[in-house]
């Protein structure tokens, strides 16, 4: 019976870092002049690239291939129907985002408002530049909300991130939010802010498919609150980085 040897490789990582490429060189050093400085590596042997029916390989000292990302521009949201100023009452709509990368880190999807507090008067009857809708505020503050709740003397707005990668903040155990790894919809609420907010994160590729993040948005009018009547905006930026 023969056996054989035959040589292993593998990515390099820790909790700190991953390489996304790497080679075992034979030398290398660095040539310097009066014109020049030159640091050059000599590859590895059996170098090249090698074709089959079903796999195609880039063998030995290679440049890195650098990670692309994109992400989905969706339509602007308009709530289906108005929120009453008077009497109270509360509306919800969601947008989507699609991020897709084939950076070997993953990605990580930030959103942001323009503003503070997010949800400004435009226009019609309210105060422009006056009139505002609070900000969702947590009970604890920098932890989501299971469950929404504000004060019948408040009007305020606010979000909760669904999805397959979901950040672990957003996550939920059934009962309270920051924990275990449920992720139940339309729980786990929380107010924008003008500093990026992380909502999804993964460590691995999703190229081609991409992955799509849902962001619930909700506002509501406490009974024993009145909001001036009129058009009231946000302005809410998505930002996805390649790892």
Excluded at 26 to 44: H, Q, R, W
Excluded at 90 to 110: F, H, K, N, P, S
Excluded at 150 to 155: K, M, S
Aim: proline share 4%.
């Amino acid at each position: 019976m023969k056996g054989f040897a035959m040589p292993a490789s593998a990515q390099m990582q820790s909790e700190s870092y991953k390489i996304q490429s790497d080679a075992l060189s034979a030398n290398g050093d660095i040539i310097t002049s009066a014109g020049y400085k030159l640091n050059f590596t000599t590859g590895e042997i059996a170098t090249g690239k090698g074709t089959g029916t079903n796999y195609n390989i880039h063998a030995g000292y290679q440049r890195m291939q650098p990670g692309t990302i994109t992400l989905s521009a969706p339509s602007d949201v308009i709530f289906s129907a108005g929120l009453g100023g008077v009497t109270g009452g509360q509306r919800e709509d969601t947008i989507l985002w699609t991020v897709t990368t084939d950076a070997a880190g993953g990605y990580e999807l930030y959103v942001k408002a323009s503003t503070n507090p997010a949800l400004q008067c435009a226009s019609g009857g309210c105060s422009v530049g006056g009139d505002t809708i609070a900000n969702y505020t947590e009970a604890s503050a920098g932890v989501p909300d299971y469950t929404w709740s504000i004060a019948t003397t408040a009007a305020e707005f606010g979000f909760t991130p669904e999805g397959a990668d979901v950040f672990s903040k957003y996550l939920d155990n059934g009962l309270a939010c920051n924990t275990d790894s449920g992720e139940t919809s339309s729980r786990c609420w929380y107010g924008f802010t003008t500093s990026n907010e992380k909502v999804t994160s993964s460590g691995t590729p999703n190229h081609p498919t991409g992955t799509a993040t849902t962001v619930r948005l909700r506002v509501e009018s406490g009974t024993a609150h009145i909001t001036p009547g009129g058009s009231y905006q946000a302005t809410i930026t998505a930002t996805a980085i390649a790892l």
